[in-house]
């Protein structure tokens, strides 16, 4: 029987909890991932995820835009824009963070992990080991395994 230390991902991509908005939608899209845990003092504190960013962040800003023929004039200095920018990059993890999120150890079963992500509607597991994380699974781990 397989274990999850033989399908976890070992190279999983962390943030800090000062890590901004901005800095985390760019380490997701270069990174190719949706799930950031949150790191501090080499100890999780939460995880951040696409869905925390779709539910807690807000649509990114657009400036008044004034366009005549092939002229397109954008007024980055107007107050009220100014004002959402602020606030739209002012999240940063420990602010989207969430600080329930599904933990197993390495010697777990694939058959248990499953069981609960299935029972819980979770999308990944952290593997942890003395409160450190080793390693992450997620679905799609799970079904290559199999």
């Known amino acids: 029987m397989k274990s999850i230390s033989d399908v976890m991902n070992k190279n999983v991509i962390t943030i ?4 901004n908005l901005l800095e985390i939608i760019d380490i997701m899209k270069k990174h190719g991932v949706g799930k950031l845990p949150v790191i501090e003092n080499d100890k999780i504190i939460g995880v951040v995820t696409r869905d925390d960013l779709l539910i807690k962040g807000e649509k990114a800003p657009v400036p008044p835009i004034l366009a005549i023929n092939d002229l397109t004039l954008a007024f980055t200095n107007n107050k009220e824009f100014k004002e959402r920018m602020k606030k739209y990059v002012a999240y940063d993890a420990e602010g989207l963070m969430r600080k ?4 197993v150890t390495k010697e777990d079963t694939i ?3 499953i069981t609960n992500i299935l029972e819980e509607f979770e999308e990944f597991a952290l593997v942890v080991e003395n409160e450190k994380l080793i390693g992450i699974v997620t679905k799609s781990d799970l079904i290559n395994s199999i």
């Open 16 to 19: 800090n909890k000062g890590t």
């Open 100 to 103: 329930e999120y599904f933990k």
């Open 111 to 113: 058959e248990h992990v």
